[in-house]
């Protein structure tokens, strides 16, 4: 049975976003990072020892660390997780006139990165049930374009080399690796995890990052976990890590006093002032992730009774960090959208469209790209909210 209720207006909507705020709350960004532990302490540490640059322990801490919350053996850590992707892309052994299948429904480091290695995206479309790649498309896609040869991968219409999938867990949410897995596999193409959005996100009771090659992490102010700008290369690979630490300090072959770089290289190292931060961000995470999973269940609730919307819960196979909630307007209700973020920045919630599609922007319009109305329609109809710590 279809549901009779009407569908919200405005107000309505509004006030069922600020009914999920603790009273004293009068405004409420998008996200905002939370420094409630050993921040201080450890940043001292660094300004005392003087070791605040590209050399010192916090580093090799930081990514001790992110290498056991995760279970993936090799952690490298970057200035910040577009560098992270543009050595990934590097790593993985893109070459310039590659194409790479980056989801149309991302953010352009995504794509930017891609550029980088002078190669080209290829927009895919999005699952409604993960806001992912949508794994029985691509397939669908593949076997009408692919042409596999010689173990690699072609497009059959443009003639280039599909080299690599970047697989996006957006706002968190993980992605449906089995399957995307298994289609990287069939078609010989590279699996890259952009999981950006998803520490402490995890995928059939493993966390997200280990099923791609090569995995990788950012801690821009924006994430769950932030060292103020950083990333990570993560990989269960140890020439692939070798290679990453080597690429991300300027290709400098090791030595106590020498100067030897033995290719061109990046200064792409995460500063030890950085990773200190990290380091007692990383500490908060069990409860981190509580908190968020607080605000979540509250969103929930209060959407339950609005028609004409819905909260997007986590996919059944997953659980989500949460990083960013999100509502789905219904088709009827799409129009509406700017309305709503006008109105709910009129009162200081500071929700916001998702990005637009890459497709659209005036630098990637040209790409290759599959049939997109999920994605065109997911664009249309969500709404990220309020989701900081803070909030609870
Ligand atoms: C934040 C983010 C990045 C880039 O990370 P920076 O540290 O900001 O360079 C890449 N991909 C996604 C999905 C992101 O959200």
Known sequence: MQSVKAAFNVDQFVSTVKSCFPPEIDSAPLHEPSFGGREWDYVKDCLDSGWVSSVGRYVELFEKRISEFVGMPYVTATVNGTAALHIALRL??????????????????????VTYVNAIPHFVESDKRTLGVDPAKLLDYLREIAVVKDYECYNGKTGRRIKALIALHTFGHPADLDPLLEICREFQIELIEDAAQALGSFYKQQHVGRWGKLAILSFNGNKIATTGGGGAILTSDENLAREAKHLTTTAKAPHTWNFYHDEIGFNYRMPNINAA?????????????????TITERYKRAFVNLSGVHFFVEPVFARSNYWLNAVLLDPEMADQRNRLLEALHAVKILARPSWELMHRLPMYRGCPRMDLPMAENLQASIINLPSGIRLC
């Open 92 to 113: 993985i052994g893109v070459k310039a006139e590659d194409e790479v299948l980056v989801p149309a429904l991302s953010f352009v480091a995504l794509s930017n990165a």
């Open 277 to 293: 931060l990290g380091c007692a961000q990383l500490e908060q995470m069990p409860e981190f992730l509580r908190r968020k999973r």
